[in-house]
């Protein structure tokens, strides 16, 4: 692409005769993914300053720099355009690039604290099971039909959100469903306008560490709404505190769901068990039976937001029926087989005080006996809610085991003891080796309990601060439960 096109958005009086005919080959905001001919983007972000990599682009083959301040020093032959905003930036060189790709496919946007990827993964369904291609871009990996992708953050950077969109455009790929984080709202990774649907879950304690207070937290997730055009859709959780806040803040239309009939889709007639769930849903005048293997009420709000979407884009009700009766979710609720003795164990990603509360009390309801529960909290992460955690599990749960989790940089013990500080009970105990944690929740389980690991669901490794190592919670326990018997 010429230069000149690239940042006509950005910088429309730059007619400058050598940039007339350059051509720009690629973008990059790693100097370590830079080619001959590349634009090198150059930004101070939260760990890290791409400003101190300018020079590394250049040798790789950087032309043009862009940033918000010019370096001391730049060679002759390269560019340097500087912007006010460099986040801002980002996002217009990205989808300039690649030719604007959103236009293309219709965005799902989804955030909230919790069930983004509950909710990513039902919109898939129901969009595949309709012969609508659907991708999807979130927190265990970004896919389009057969290909599946590792992701580092929920919400990637624009370059890697706007290059997955357009690949997904020329594979022709009509809907992605987009996880969208408060993280990539404040850093500007995505442009609200560019989405179709906006799904809003929830809002519970999280992030603190970075947003500093709840209502900071909730600001940054207001920013998808009030900045979406009139033409999409807002699909609101009326049953959240936080809802009415944003029905006034947004242009949008309104879709609401929920367990009450001031929603515009509910559901009632709810019937709970560890087999899943059987309810009725109300939408817009219809009225329809729903069977899902999915397990807990609190999933009922993500079928339902599932179901709005679907809905206002015209699928039909029995294929949606179809679309819910059997979802995979990696590591949310996802149950492990257990022929050793009658106790029924799962595994989920709940890493915040909220996310613990609704999985216990979703399992307290259909439990036959005791609930045991692993759990622990992540290291250099919001330390605030590490005792909200520890006193929900040992409240709700009949017995804790608390354990590590992923440690990193932080001394495992000491995450533990700020677990314990908000513990009230002495229904618990601690064991730093999650494995052996696991293992000691097997072998105090009796017929009728329920175990649950919680913290890490999906994810395939543990972190410490001088290793990583592999750990899968679900083989971990297939091999205790093969060691047991």
């Known amino acids: ?26 973008i990059a905001l790693d100097s370590r993914k830079v080619r001959r001919d590349y634009l090198f983007i150059a930004i101070k972000g939260v760990k890290d300053d791409g400003n101190k990599y300018i020079n590394d682009a250049i040798d790789r083959g950087a032309t043009v720099i862009v940033g918000e301040s010019a370096p001391r020093f730049v060679n002759p032959k390269v560019i340097f355009l500087r912007v006010k905003d460099g986040r801002s930036a980002i996002l217009s060189l990205a989808k300039k690039y690649f030719l604007d790709p959103q236009e293309k496919i219709k965005l799902i946007g989804i955030t909230g604290t919790n069930g983004k990827t509950t909710i990513s993964y039902i919109v898939e369904k129901i969009f595949n099971e309709n012969g609508s291609n659907c991708g999807v871009i979130g927190t265990i990996n970004c896919r389009y039909q057969n290909k599946i992708m590792p992701t580092l953050n929920t919400t990637p950077n624009p370059i890697d959100i706007y290059g997955l969109l357009k690949n997904m455009v020329d594979k022709k790929v009509n809907y992605c469903a987009v996880e969208v984080t408060s993280h990539a709202l404040e850093q500007k990774r995505i ?26 937290y909730f600001l940054a997730k207001l920013k998808l709404f009030k900045n979406l055009k009139r033409n999409s859709f807002a699909v609101i959780n009326i049953d959240d505190k936080y809802a009415k806040r944003i029905m006034k803040s947004t242009k949008a239309r309104v879709i609401t769901y929920g367990l009450k009939k001031n929603a515009s889709i509910y559901a009632e007639d709810i019937e709970l068990s560890l087999e899943g769930l059987n309810f009725t849903v109300r939408a817009f005048g219809e009225s329809f039976l729903v069977k899902t293997n999915l397990i807990g009420t609190y999933n009922i709000y993500n079928i339902l937001a599932g179901i709005a979407v679907a809905l206002k884009e015209g699928v039909n009700i029995k294929v949606i029926k179809k679309a819910l009766r059997n979802i995979y979710v990696p590591g949310r609720l996802e149950k492990c087989e257990c022929r050793v003795k009658d106790v029924d164990i799962f595994v989920d990603f709940a890493h915040t005080e909220d996310a613990l509360r609704n999985v216990i009390l979703a399992l307290k309801k259909i439990a036959r006996k005791r609930i045991i529960v692993v759990f622990g909290c992540g290291g250099d992460r919001d330390k605030l809610k590490r005792p909200k955690m520890g006193k929900v599990v040992t409240e709700l749960a009949d017995y804790a085991i608390i354990t590590s989790d992923n440690p990193r940089t932080e001394e495992p013990l000491d995450i533990i003891n700020d677990i314990t500080r908000g513990v009230k009970k002495n229904n618990f105990h601690i064991e730093i080796n999650r494995k052996l944690a696991i293992i000691k929740a097997l072998s105090i389980s009796e017929r009728g309990d329920i175990v649950l690991v919680a913290g890490k669901g999906h994810e395939k490794c543990q972190i410490f601060k001088d290793k ?7 083989k971990v326990i297939k091999e205790c439960l093969k060691s047991l018997n």
């Open 468 to 474: 990583v190592i592999d750990f899968d919670d679900r």
């Open 1 to 26: 692409m010429k230069l000149t096109k690239l940042i006509e958005d950005l910088c429309p009086a730059c007619k400058i005769k050598k940039i007339i005919n350059r051509d720009i080959k690629g």
């Open 191 to 216: 442009s609200p306008g560019d989405y179709h649907y906006a799904v809003f879950t929830n809002i519970g304690w999280d992030h603190l560490d970075y947003h500093k207070n709840i209502e900071k």
